[in-house]
């Protein structure tokens, strides 16, 4: 430990800071930070957001009294130095708790925890409930949500602004703005924002003023004194108030104020030189196959444009970025601006492609519809980290894009299982014009066969058979087709059998006459997927051949916000290892 | 006829308006809108947004040069005049072809529809997307899109402008204000706009030019000669406009400029009294018997509210509002934070109901699941107009909610068959406090038991035998389950066969311990659901008893954007008749 954190660990929960002396508090917000730096130096995680916001927690939990007085964090990745705060110190004090406790705000942990929240701009929303149950109820307690700049850019954020002044009580609205989203801001809003803060909060056009908050600004938004003096000013206000606080993201850390996209989030990395640990050269990964690609063929068609809603290094990492130059949008944190937006690219002669994590897809799951697939224009989505084997917190799965993308109608989804499949899809996206395409972008190790895919992909719903058996029929979803292998494997190794491998590559429509055909001389089909079952590919499968006389079992996972789990015992639990799969199997042939 | 509308009958295409005289377009504009009135009053549609934007519509297509210049009309609801004057007059000069077009922007009709809309909000993001991929072609032409005042609730719009005033080239916006929602508008950017309106467009804090817009305000929208120079103005400009246009909804006809709410849109009317056709008392309804059930739980418990996104009329009617007075909340048109704000009353304690149409919940998929069902708050969802037997415009489906709500975990769907059933569902997740909980509204005609349901729904998944029988169970979902009745009788008739008649009640979850049972002596499962086969509830049973000896028959309709379709074809072309489902089920047992 760099310092004797006495004073800090002594805070056991809010109450423990009522009666400290302003330079108490200093000192306390020295030590979070240092505890802070020495954690996520260590163990990664949310670096930049949570440096910048640790004099605000530590005055907000001075001045309001939580939990009758709620705070909501947006996003609440930037909620560390809250739950060091509010009785879970140990899990920034100490290397062998680090892990106790959930990168973002969680009510099973902590009773000043009220949302399980990991996606952007709800804080405001859930505030404006919050307050309005308040009022119904007839009691009286402040709520305080905070939202950062770069969430501003969610359509649902500004709803909430709207809605908050509609009610006319009580909610106070802080918007921590450190000039920055994850990576760069992008839209209209910040034109104004950076405005306020040249002008200390003095414009002739005020966004939040003219949505009708009482608005105060602070430009130094790390002085504890200032802070506390605003809060105490807004608290117990009888209306809305908007907090414009101004603070350093990364502050206290040369190298994150320096480097703000890369220290937004990250692994450990070393606090003297600010060097990510293990960075340096990488395999080939399906991502920067996909920057490759694509910026190649932009190069040669000026009408290809990718789209990102705030997470621009998923596509490309910054100099990419300028090497696509006008061929790159980011649209800021707002999916649906960037499907609908694909859809009015597709619609006047380009050829967009939005690429987009699986478990923020869903935030467009209208725009994807109603204005992609209803037109039936040809954009594509790359869907990143649809995957058990991908981020593992319950508010970031990506197992559910089957269930609610699939089956959108004209929609075409594609499940590929290499490199060289993936883009040969890619690239025929890119090229027809008859429908909105989405391909699963596969999860894992770069898989290359080194032979280029020569298939078709407008013979829509032709799965490939990639070995001819009898009695078992395995269809390997996208990831899970290298399990399929291993079944058909052991189904060789241990009955001599040759079962028939399927690779159904659509998972939008069904291969009906390959379905029909093993009818004649299979008994089981198999089908595995990599994400909930409930709505998932197999059961369109089972559907259609639920009045033959085959028996069908699908694999995937149950329906359930799985959190923190390890892949490998998830899959196990949910009978998805080689041994299992062909246990139940042998129980039917 | 009541007028001779020659002049407006020689307008085949927009190229006809170029050489008319300031004279002759008002002509065109007076017979338009007499045109309107004559189909509208014995038609029924969209009646105050298409007469409020006549002078609107003629002034853009004389101005403008569209194909070649780009309009997006949000919602679309608004595009009548615009029909008339793109070479479909016919439509609304001649009754025989009143249907002929649909009531929204289509681009199988004409090449001067670019998209086909029938939801809020969207115009912005596909006009920013139209405008982009011109750019990259570096082409010239205007990029125009029309919003409503009302759509500008949706967060959509927000991100639109954000996004149109950071790409920066030429798209015009304008905003059509009527100072009208569908009902009222909510939200503190009405204030803004009510400022702007009062003060012909001076404010010191102006939201538009607060994200960047440049700035125009005209105050008679329905100033032919106004619009005509305004829009003169703005042609070919290079950088983005907003025009804040003040029209008056319902122009030119007094009962529709007085009763705005009503004339929004609504069936054939009388010219000379205002009075819609048909009105007067009407038989109780699933809508009525919800409003007066929640209207007297609200009076004895407080904590009851009600929410709803700009369709009111769906759950209260105007005087319905005023009783429920606090505890009934219209977020505006913005699905995503009524949503939201449902998670953040629940949490605080209250007991929110949110009513809803199944097109328009689709437009909040991860609200519900990452903020309602992720919390596992039990906030209730009113789910209307889920059926076949619902609107019919292909933008407006009720068949997709199966498929995307009922897979979110923890959530349970509900599917009421009667009355009571209803009721005392809606009563039971009121009062529960574990599950977020949906109702899929019946729709058709108010099915009465006379028996109260005195089902425990806090036993999740249980579902109801209602007769026991062999060889052939029927699992009728909600609406449907009417029709298994049908086919128990007919079985009954001809086979003189018992089956087993089961009311799934949830749709969320299987009984498994039920659809085991079926495998002693049942032969044949068979599944009827109103709404698409993909993803939906029988093929979770399909899978669930799909390595078992069972015939599965999953009944529904085929994944697709069916569009104005009469539903008794729809049903007999999907099988979905008794005669149809019967013959299936003779071939099985």
């Known amino acids: 430990m760099l310092l004797q954190k006495t004073l800090l660990e002594k805070i056991e929960g809010p109450q423990d800071l009522k009666n400290l002396s302003p330079e108490e508090l200093l000192q306390v917000s020295t030590e979070a930070r240092q505890a802070l730096l020495e954690k996520i130096s260590s163990h990664g995680g949310h670096n930049g957001p949570n440096l910048g916001v640790v004099e605000m927690t530590v005055a907000l939990h001075y001045v309001f009294d939580s939990p009758r007085d709620k ?45 399980t929240v990991g996606h952007t701009s709800t804080s405001l929303s859930l505030a404006n409930g919050v307050a309005k149950a308040r009022d119904l109820k007839n009691e009286n307690s402040n709520v305080v949500a905070v939202i ?11 709803e909430g602004l709207n809605n908050i002044v509609e009610q006319g009580t009580n909610t106070i609205v802080i918007v921590n703005d450190n000039d920055q989203s994850i990576a760069d801001n992008f839209g209209g809003l910040y034109g104004n924002l950076k405005a306020l803060r ?34 105490e000013t807004v608290k117990d206000v009888n209306h809305p108030v908007l907090l414009h606080i101004h603070t350093v993201k990364g502050k206290g850390f040369k190298f994150a104020e320096e480097n703000r996209e890369q220290f937004h989030a990250g692994g450990p990395f070393s606090l003297t030189t600010g060097e990510y640990l293990g960075s340096g050269n990488h395999p080939a990964t399906y991502s920067s196959v996909t920057a490759e690609f694509l910026l190649e063929k932009m190069a040669k068609d000026p009408k290809i444009v990718a789209i990102n809603a705030g997470t621009p290094m998923l596509l490309f990492n910054q100099a990419q970025r300028q090497q696509a130059g006008k061929q790159f949008v980011d649209v ?49 989505i790359l869907v990143y980290g649809a995957s058990v084997n991908s ?45 909105p395409v989405a391909i699963r972008v596969p999860v894992g190790d770069l898989i290359e066969t080194g032979k280029k895919d020569v298939t078709d992909y407008s013979q829509l719903f032709k799965n490939q058979v990639v070995a001819k058996g009898s009695k078992v029929a395995l269809i390997g979803v996208g990831n899970f087709y290298s399990l399929a292998e291993k079944v058909a494997a052991d189904l060789k190794e241990k009955l001599d059998l040759q079962s028939t491998l399927i690779n159904p590559k659509f998972i939008s429509g069904l291969d009906t006459e390959l379905l029909d055909s093993l009818k004649e001389n299979h008994q089981v089909v198999v089908t595995l997927e990599d994400g909930i079952l409930d709505g998932g590919y197999g059961q369109t ?42 246990r139940k199997i042998l129980a039917k042939i």
């Open 71 to 115: 705070f909501i964090f947006d996003v609440s990745h930037q909620s560390y130095i809250h739950k060091m705060l509010t009785g879970r110190m140990q899990a920034f004090t100490d290397a062998a708790h680090y892990d106790d406790f959930s990168g973002y705000t969680n009510p099973k942990e902590s009773e000043h925890d009220l949302f």
């Open 148 to 158: 950062g700049d770069g969430s501003l850019s969610g359509g649902l954020a500004y």
């Open 198 to 231: 040249e002008s200390n909060g003095q414009v002739e056009n005020n966004f939040f003023k003219a949505l009708g908050f009482d608005y105060y600004y602070l430009n130094d938004g790390n002085d504890l004194t200032a802070l506390i003096s605003l809060f």
């Open 332 to 380: 800021g944190i707002a999916e649906e601006q960037a499907a609908t937006m694909t859809a009015g690219l597709a619609k006047n002669g380009a050829k967009p492609v939005w690429a987009v994590y699986s478990t923020f897809m869903q935030r467009s799951y209208d725009q994807i519809s109603h204005d992609l697939a209803l037109n039936d224009l040809p954009g594509t």
């Open 391 to 435: 981020m593992n917190d319950e508010s970031h799965l990506g197992i559910f894009d089957i269930p609610f993308l699939s089956h959108i109608p004209n929609l075409v989804y594609l499940a590929p299982t290499n490199k060289e499949e993936y883009l040969a899809m890619l690239d025929w996206s890119l090229e027809q014009t008859n429908h």
């Open 541 to 582: 499968i089972a559907s259609y051949l639920g009045d033959s006389d085959l028996h069908i079992q699908n694999y995937g996972l149950e329906k359930a916000f799985h959190d923190r789990f390890e892949a490998t015992e998830l899959l196990a639990d949910s009978g998805l290892t080689t041994d299992q799969i062909v």
